[in-house]
């Protein structure tokens, strides 16, 4: 089992950044491949990026490539996802989950945190 706890989120400016955390517990954090995802009213959940169990491969949606980053610290128990450029079609409800597998699916990730929220003013 592992839960998951972010924060972070708050409202910036159009071109502004943040930096989003995510805390895990229990010991087997490292057993998981990590993604953050997020969410508007009326969409579907999109993947935004995820990063493998040990931190050196991620892997990006198009549309952030170039803006965020995501890393994790494995002995901290914790991922983050920098969010910089931010643009107001980036507001949303931001995820974070973890996966035992390798996939951009939703479906595929077994834990998910509560959220948090992203706004852009522009």
């Known amino acids: 089992q592992v839960q998951l706890v972010e924060s972070g989120g708050g409202l910036v400016q159009a071109g502004g950044s943040l930096r989003l955390s995510c805390a895990a517990s229990?010991?087997?954090?490292?057993?998981?491949?990590m993604g953050w995802f997020r969410q508007t009213p009326g969409k579907e959940r999109e993947f935004v990026a995820s990063?493998?169990?040990?931190?050196?491969?991620?892997d990006y949606v198009d549309s952030v490539n170039g803006r965020f980053t995501i890393s994790r610290d494995n002995a901290k128990n914790a991922v983050y996802l920098q969010l910089n450029s931010l643009k107001p079609e980036d507001a949303a409800v931001y995820y974070c989950?973890?996966?035992?597998?390798?996939?951009?699916?939703?479906?595929?990730?077994?834990?998910w945190g509560q959220g948090t929220q992203v706004t852009v003013s522009s």
């Open positions: 990063i493998n169990r040990l931190g050196d491969s991620a």
């Open positions: 229990g010991r087997t954090f490292i057993a998981y491949r």
């Open positions: 989950a973890a996966s035992r597998g390798w996939s951009r699916l939703p479906d595929t990730y077994d834990y």
